[in-house]
C-alpha cells in the first residue's frame, strides 16, 4: 500500500475523532464528578468509594488484555475492530445513565446498585475502548498521519471535555431544578444521546487499511510475550500507569479542592474587578456557583492549544523529547499549587493555564506512541498484534486509574475528611490540598523517569514506516 493511499480525508478524520467525544462524556464524569456523586449525593462513604473504584477499574484492567486479543482475532466484512464501536453504543449509554441514577434504596442496596451498574458499565466501555483506540493503528501506516489524527482525536476530547467539566455543574442544577439526584441522571442522559450518533458516525466513515500478514500464527500468550521483551513497551506502560494515577486522584479531588479550600467570594470579586479593569464593564459576570467552571473552562481552552501544537512540536522535536519535556514542565506546574493560598486568585488561574498549555501536547502523543510500539513490535516479531498493543496500554492506564481513584477515597478518610459536612477540619483542608498537587506531580516525575527507557525516535520512526510498507506491500501481492 502507498504512503499516498494512506493519507486520510478530512471527513475520516472527524468521523474517527466523534468516537473519542462521545467516549470523553463517560470519562470526565467518571474523573470529575462520579467521585463527588457518590458521596455527596448517592449517599456511600468516601472509604466504600474507595474501595469500590479501585477494585472496579482493577476490574476493568484485566479485562482489557482480553478484549484486546478478542479484537486480534475477529473477522468481519467491516473489519477487526469498528464492529465493536458500533455494537456496543447504546448499551455503553444505557450503563452510564444508570451509573448516575440513585435508586430509593437503604445502603446497602444503594451500594450494591453501585457496584453492579459501575462494574458493567466499565466492562462495556472496555468493549467499546479497546477496538476504538486500536482503530488508530489500522486507519494508517503512516506514522506522521497517525500524529496529525491522534491531534484531531484530542482536539474532539477536548471539546468533550470542556463540555462536561464546564457545563455539568450549569445543567445539574437547570435539569434538576434544585434536586441533585434528577439533575445528574438527566444531564448524563443527554449526554448518553450524544455518544450514541456519534459512534455511529465512527463506525460509517472510517475504513481499516493496515492488516496484519494474513499467515502469521499468533496466541494470547505470544503476543504478550512478545511485548514483555521489548523495552519501549515497558517504557510506554510505565508511563502510562503513573500518568493516570496522576489524572485520577487530581481529577477526583478537584471539586474538593473548589469546594473547601478555595475562596469562592474571594475568586468572584477578583474576576469581576478584573473584567471591569480591563474590559470596562462586567461582561460575563459570575457566582460563586460559576468558580469551577470558569476554571475548567479557562484550563481546558489552553490545553486545546497544546494539543493542536502537538504534531508539530512532535515532527521538529520527536514524540518522546516533546513529551518528556512538557511532562517534567507539567508536574513543576502541578507541584506549585501546593504554595499557593486559597485567595490568591491569580496565581491559581495561572499556574493552571501553564500546566494546560505544558500538558496539552502530551495528550495525542501518547496513543499516538501506542501505534508506534505495535509498528516496533511487528518490525522486530514479524507479527503484528494491535490491538494487544493497545489492551496492554489500556491495562496500564485503567491501573493508574484504579490506584489515583482509590487513593482519593483512603486519603480523604485518612486526613479525616467528613461527608456532607459544610466546614472540614484544617488536616482535612491541608490533604486536599497535597492531593491536588504534591502527590499527583509525583506521579508525572516518575513518568519522565520512565521515558528515558523509550527509545523510538524520529529517525528510527522513519525507519520503521518504510521497511514495514514493503513488508506488507509484499505479503499483498504474494
Not at 122 to 130: E, G, K
Not at 367 to 385: F, H, K, L, N
Amino acid at each position: 500500500m502507498s504512503a499516498e493511499s494512506q493519507k486520510l480525508s478530512l471527513t475520516e478524520k472527524i468521523g474517527y475523532c466523534l468516537g473519542d467525544l462521545a467516549t470523553n462524556f463517560v470519562f470526565q464524569m467518571q474523573i470529575m464528578f462520579l467521585p463527588y456523586f457518590y458521596p455527596e449525593v448517592f449517599g456511600i462513604s468516601t472509604l466504600a468509594m474507595g474501595w469500590l473504584f479501585f477494585i472496579t477499574r482493577l476490574w476493568h484492567a484485566v479485562i482489557d488484555p482480553m478484549m484486546g486479543a478478542l479484537t486480534d482475532r475477529t473477522n468481519s466484512r467491516w473489519g477487526r475492530f469498528r464492529p465493536w464501536v458500533l455494537w456496543s453504543a447504546v448499551p455503553f449509554a444505557v450503563l452510564f445513565v444508570l451509573t448516575y441514577t440513585t435508586p430509593h434504596l437503604e445502603a446497602n442496596g444503594r451500594l450494591i446498585w453501585a457496584y453492579t451498574t459501575y462494574i458493567l458499565l466499565v466492562l462495556v466501555y472496555t468493549v467499546n475502548n479497546i477496538p476504538y483506540s486500536a482503530m488508530s493503528g489500522v486507519l494508517t501506516g503512516d506514522s506522521a498521519e497517525r500524529t496529525s489524527l491522534a491531534s484531531w482525536r484530542f482536539v474532539a476530547a477536548m471539546t468533550a471535555t470542556f463540555i462536561v467539566q464546564t457545563f455539568t455543574p450549569v445543567l445539574v442544577r437547570r435539569l434538576g431544578g434544585g434536586n441533585q439526584e434528577l439533575g445528574y441522571q438527566l444531564t448524563v442522559g443527554l449526554y448518553a444521546v450524544v455518544m450514541v450518533v456519534c459512534f455511529a458516525a465512527t463506525f460509517l466513515t472510517t475504513k481499516e487499511r493496515v492488516q496484519p500478514d494474513p499467515n502469521q500464527s499468533t496466541s494470547f500468550v505470544g503476543d504478550l510475550k512478545d511485548l514483555i521483551a521489548i523495552g519501549p513497551w515497558w517504557a510506554l506502560f510505565m508511563l502510562a500507569l503513573f500518568e493516570f494515577i496522576n489524572l485520577a486522584l487530581r481529577g477526583a479531588t478537584t471539586l474538593y479542592y473548589f469546594n473547601y479550600f478555595v475562596d469562592g467570594t474571594r475568586f468572584v470579586s477578583w474576576f469581576n474587578n478584573w473584567e471591569s479593569r480591563t474590559l470596562g464593564r462586567e461582561v460575563f459576570s459570575i457566582e460563586t456557583s460559576h468558580v469551577l467552571s470558569l476554571f475548567n473552562g479557562l484550563g481546558i481552552a489552553t490545553t486545546l492549544i497544546g494539543v493542536i501544537t502537538s504534531t508539530w512540536l512532535a515532527a521538529r522535536f520527536g514524540k518522546r523529547n516533546v513529551f518528556l519535556v512538557c511532562l517534567f514542565l507539567s508536574a513543576c506546574f502541578i507541584g506549585a499549587f501546593v504554595f499557593i493560598p486559597s485567595d490568591a486568585v491569580a496565581w491559581i488561574l495561572a499556574c493552571q493555564i501553564l500546566y494546560n498549555l505544558s500538558y496539552g501536547p502530551t495528550i495525542p502523543l501518547l496513543w499516538a506512541m501506542m501505534a508506534d510500539v505495535a509498528d516496533y513490535s511487528e518490525w522486530r516479531t514479524g507479527r503484528r498484534a494491535t490491538g494487544m498493543v493497545f489492551a496492554t496500554m489500556m491495562f496500564a492506564l485503567n491501573t493508574g486509574q484504579a490506584i489515583g481513584a482509590g487513593l482519593n477515597g483512603w486519603l480523604l478518610r485518612w486526613y479525616g475528611f467528613a461527608e456532607k459536612q459544610p466546614e472540614q477540619s484544617a488536616r482535612a483542608v491541608r490533604g486536599i490540598v497535597w492531593m491536588f498537587s504534591v502527590y499527583p506531580a509525583i506521579a508525572f516525575f516518575i513518568g519522565c523517569a520512565a521515558l528515558w527507557l523509550y527509545r523510538i525516535d524520529r529517525p528510527m520512526e522513519i525507519d520503521l514506516d518504510r521497511e514495514l510498507t514493503l513488508r506488507r506491500q509484499n505479503f499483498q501481492t504474494n
